[in-house]
């Protein structure tokens, strides 16, 4: 899992660690294997872990009164996530996190890593960037909404992910841009038209 690359990949993440501090905050974590379609969090559980994404898929959503679920966010390979109802507010989580494909997770229990963080200093830098990324993650999501039209932010989605129509499914894609499955399909159909 700490191939040459990847050890490349996390120290020019982390640019305050050196390759023994990175030994130790993986000391931390712990693999998590979950297979296609499996819950990692349960909608009202409490999980105060932080999960990176090695490989696979992760969906977060919730159920409207009607019924009809409602993507909030995919995550994928090299990104951080977590319930942040859980880990800031120790509060229940209101959605559910599943994997949409096998997925390979290394979680950190949020509180020893705040523990490790809080007693060596040269992981202050870390736990900024951490926290730093997950709310940069739900900012831009806001933002989309506000500034972007559906098909600019269908756009935005493949510009950063182009694999992701292959992976996940076009009613999971529709909820999560705030649209319906057939305004995906016009969408789709104006782009190609287009070309």
Known sequence: ????????FYLDTFKTLRFE?????????RKRELAAGATYIKQGG??????YVVEGLIRSYTFKPN????????????????????VLFNEPSPFIF???????????DFDEMQTLLDTHI????????????MLA?????????????????YRKLLAEKPDIINRVADKHIATMLGITPVSLSRIRRRMAGRH
């Open 1 to 8: 899992m700490l191939n040459e690359e990847k050890i490349k």
């Open 21 to 29: 501090d990175l030994v130790k905050l993986f000391a931390l974590a």
């Open 46 to 51: 409490l999980h105060r872990k932080l999960a």
């Open 67 to 86: 019924g009809d679920e409602a993507t909030l966010q995919l995550y994928w390979e090299d990104q951080f996530f977590a319930s942040r109802h859980n």
């Open 98 to 108: 599943e994997a949409l494909e096998p997925t390979t997770l290394l979680e950190v």
């Open 122 to 133: 040269q992981y202050a830098p870390s736990r900024t960037f951490i926290l730093s990324t």
């Open 137 to 153: 993650q739900s900012m831009d999501r806001v933002e989309s909404f506000i500034l972007l039209s559906p098909e600019e932010r």
